[in-house]
């Protein structure tokens, strides 16, 4: 990840004021013991510190690590042990009473958040704290066509040639924008999973919601987001309803908009595959539009058939 990266992470105060305020619950001054997994310029291993933990451990393989240290150095943080390796390859890793780990993507499930916090639970005492402790995902059909323009400039590249199947490959992806209520249905999120990072872990997730607007209008995508519980009490959201974070929405393009009239149902199945392959995950979306029991049309798309070699 670039130094870029960081910045703007670091910048996001929404983020660190729940991972501090998480932490301060999990935390017994001078006696919990921290790790921190996928520790990258070590913020919340430092807040850790400033909370009174014992000693904290940072796993992280990238280059940002060596940083982190030199921060550390700077601003005088001790008690602090760095551990250049990514945390699934660390073998009989010391047992700590917290475990921190801030590895959610734009797309919660993107790098390897899950196999990362199923493999967590080895780090900890028995009765040790997991930070974060569950998540639920949102979804809501996108009613403006502003990201559908943008998608759709392939139709306006011109001089007489046919961008079409490239247009294809565009509309197989998904993609973050920052997403306001005013693009969305009015009253139409859908939760379609919920799981709990404390309990068994599924490399395979699959959910299905459905609207019946009560209203004619042009459906062009659906957003995606986002809630995190870290701690009780404590919740981190990236909805487009709550303050805006680094994160923003995901976006998931058509290949057709779907004329919708009231009553009618449209219904969206999502399926991810994380922790394997060369993309390291799949998601799968399939659209179905039905007007009094007639299927008027269905379309399937995946962010595997979206990568160019």
């Known amino acids: 990840m670039s130094i870029e990266f960081h910045r703007r992470m670091l910048a996001d105060r929404i ?77 009989d890793p010391p047992r700590v009473d917290v475990v921190v780990a801030e590895v959610l993507g734009n797309f919660a499930y993107e790098e390897d958040v899950l196999e990362t916090l199923r493999d967590a639970q080895r780090f900890l005492k028995p009765g040790g704290t997991l930070i974060p402790a569950s998540i639920e995902q949102w979804a809501a059909p996108v009613t403006t066509d502003r990201f559908e323009r943008d998608l759709a400039s392939w139709r306006t590249v ?43 872990i599924e490399s395979r997730r699959a959910g299905r919601v459905a609207w019946q607007p009560s209203r004619n209008g042009t459906l062009f995508g659906f957003a995606l987001w986002w809630d995190c519980t870290l701690a009780p009490g404590v919740v981190l ?26 009553g009618d149902r449209v219904e969206l199945s999502i399926e991810t595959e994380t922790g394997g392959g060369e993309s390291g995950i799949e998601v799968v979306w399939t659209v179905g539009h039905e007007r009094q029991g007639k299927t008027l049309s269905h379309q399937t798309l995946s962010i595997g058939a979206g990568w160019l070699a």
């Open 15 to 91: 983020r660190h004021e729940a991972f501090r305020a998480a932490l301060t619950l999990a935390i017994r001054p001078g006696e919990s013991t921290v790790a921190d997994i996928g520790a990258g310029l070590g913020v919340l291993a430092f807040f850790a510190r400033q909370l009174g933990a014992r000693e904290v451990w940072l796993y992280d393989p990238g280059p940002a690590l060596g940083l982190a240290e030199t921060i550390a150095a700077r601003n005088g943080i001790d008690g602090l042990h760095f551990v250049p390796e990514r945390s699934l390859d660390v073998a």
């Open 237 to 262: 959201s990236t909805s487009p309803y709550s303050t805006r974070t680094h994160w923003d929405q995901i976006y998931l393009p058509l290949f057709d908009p779907i004329p919708a009239e009231a």
């Open 158 to 200: 011109g001089f007489g040639l046919d961008w079409s199947d490239a247009e294809r490959m565009t509309r197989n992806n998904m993609y973050v924008y920052p997403i306001e209520p005013s693009d969305l249905l009015v009253d139409a999120a859908r939760r379609w999973d919920a799981l709990d990072f404390r309990g068994p």
